[in-house]
């Protein structure tokens, strides 16, 4: 008579039971030994999740402000502002895992050589120092560039334009280690809504030597960063030039794309339509700027959405819950697909949001939205697995099983880090108790 081997003892995250998400699942198990390399048989262990290997972000760019306030010579804060940015804080923690900071040259470096270096460098440390990823946003860029660069002539731009790169990759290395190292390339030699001197170059030096010029030196620069080609036009227009990028030989590691959805929800079929065109390459893709609006959306006719300019756009109540409904669905799509690695929604609260747009999960005043309690239900219940108690089997085993990230086994009040890795099947490791 055969027998069928016990299996381990298992704990499971919810999101098991999502037949679209498991190709997120991975299984670890995780079998625990005495210093002497015998198998702790029914060892009462604690498992739990810490953080997810797929990258949910936003931006950082409330902890800029809250970064140079503190600086020598910084502005203060008001008693409101601090009370305000710690709250966010705290619920940026709760939630998200990848920090978007922003580097557009103009407001990086208003002034020749004195950029904002310690502002950025302690706003990156503190999501570092939570087990953040950050990311830079952008290192080349078309727009909101620094008033003393538009005088110059071109081979000068063009000069400080590759020192600017090289030396923001180079000393934020080890903290900002991705990067959008170019922004908007479609449209950048033909963008006449200023007088600018990185489109006048970029008229000259054509698309593929911008891309080439951003990604030549941010990896000369810092080898190990991860570098993003980045840009809003979805048309065929953006897949033409990640085409012609790959055939001059430019080593893109993932492929950005935007997603401001000020005049409404792209909905399943369209984002998947998206999805589908760009896997095409063979490139991972990061979801790098999402909005869903809470109010009144944008009128339909505005080719370029900065042009609506309103002084208030508030969040409603039928928004928010048509927000939150939207939001999830975004989500579920895009971890649906087995290529996207990250989804950067653009902006946590109303506070500060780009066009005065209802576009934040949060409302100005702190308080969160249907939108960002949906969307912390996915990251931290559905796709979570919680603290869960299980008992080692005969020969000390016990299995994870969960979203791809780092999870602790407890034994005998002391945590043990583990990886469920993000790519491979299902694995194995060893954890040495007692030690």
Known sequence: MSTTPAQPARADAPVVADPA???????LTVRLTDAAGGPLAGARVRAEQRSHAFWFGNIGFDEVQRAAAALPGGTPLTRQEDELLARLDELYLDVFNQATLPFYWGTFEPVQGE????????????????????????????????????????????????????????EFAGLVDVWDAINEVVIMPVFDKDDNAV????????????????????????????????????????????????????????LGLQSHMHQGAWGRDKTLDVLERFSRFGLRMHFTETTLLSGDLMPAHYDDLNDHQVDEWPSTPEGEERQAQQVEEHYRTLLGHPMVDAATYWGLSDHGMWLNAPGGLVRADG?????????????????????????????????????????????????????????????????????
Request: charged letters at 25%; a negative charge.
């Open 115 to 170: 950029p904002r270096t310690a502002a950025l460098r302690a706003a990156a440390q503190h999501y570092v120092d939570r087990g953040i990823a950050v990311k830079g946003h952008p290192l080349v860029w078309h727009t909101v560039q620094p008033d003393w660069l538009t005088p110059l002539p071109d081979d000068e731009v063009l000069r400080l334009l590759r020192a600017r790169v090289q030396r923001d990759a180079r």
């Open 21 to 27: 998400l498991r190709h997120r699942v991975r299984s």
């Open 199 to 254: 489109t006048r170059v970029a008229a000259t030096v054509g698309r593929i030597g911008m891309i080439q010029l951003a990604f030549d030196e941010a990896r000369a620069a810092n080898p190990d960063a991860m570098l993003l080609l980045n840009d809003f036009d979805m048309s065929a227009d953006y897949e033409h030039l990640v085409e012609e990028a790959l055939a001059a030989g430019v080593r893109i590691d993932a």
């Open 367 to 435: 308080t969160p939205k249907p939108a960002y309690d949906t969307l912390r239900g996915l990251v931290k219940g559905e796709w979570w697995l919680g603290a869960t108690d299980v008992t080692a089997d005969a020969d000390g085993a016990v299995q994870l099983r969960g979203f791809a990230g780092r999870y602790t086994v407890e034994v005998d009040g002391v945590r043990h880090e583990v990886e469920l890795p993000a790519e491979g099947g299902d694995a194995q490791t060893e954890v040495v108790v007692g030690r």
